[in-house]
Nanobody, 121 residues
C-alpha cells in the first residue's frame, strides 16, 4: 500500500531553518515524481516544490525559491525539504504527495498526513 509519512515540523523563529522528511513505503521513490505542498490557515493548498524522476529536475514556487531545497535519499526511500530563512508566511501544514507519475504531480492522489510548521517569534 502506498504510504507517505511526513515529519520534522515544529516551531521556529523567523530566519530559522527546518528540515522536513517524507518517508515513502509501498513504492520505490526513486522511480516516481514527488512534491511538497502546503496549506496555511485561510488559504488554498499550494505546491511549493517537487522532484521529477524522469528528468531529475526540481521545481520551486517563486515564494520559496532560493530558500527551500528538495532532495532525495534513495537508500532511505525518503524525500526532504530543507527550509532556510523561514518567514511567518511560511506557516502552514506541509504535505508530501505523488500521483506515481514521472513528472511533478499537479493533482496528486497519494498524500501524507501533513506536518505543522509554525514560524513565529
Amino acid at each position: 500500500q502506498v504510504q507517505l509519512v511526513e515529519s520534522g515540523g515544529g516551531l521556529v523563529q523567523p530566519g530559522g531553518s527546518l528540515r522536513l522528511s517524507c518517508a515513502a513505503s509501498g513504492f520505490t521513490l526513486r522511480n516516481y515524481a514527488i512534491g511538497w505542498f502546503r496549506q496555511a490557515p485561510g488559504k488554498e493548498r499550494e505546491g511549493v516544490s517537487c522532484f521529477s524522476s524522469n528528468t531529475g529536475r526540481t521545481y520551486y514556487a517563486d515564494s520559496v525559491k532560493g530558500r527551500f531545497t528538495i532532495s532525495r535519499d534513495n537508500a532511505k526511500n525518503t524525500v526532504y525539504l530543507q527550509m532556510n530563512s523561514l518567514k511567518p508566511e511560511d506557516t502552514a501544514v506541509y504535505y508530501c504527495a505523488t500521483d506515481l507519475g514521472s513528472s511533478c504531480p499537479v493533482r496528486p492522489n497519494y498524500w501524507g498526513q501533513g506536518t505543522q510548521v509554525t514560524v513565529s517569534s
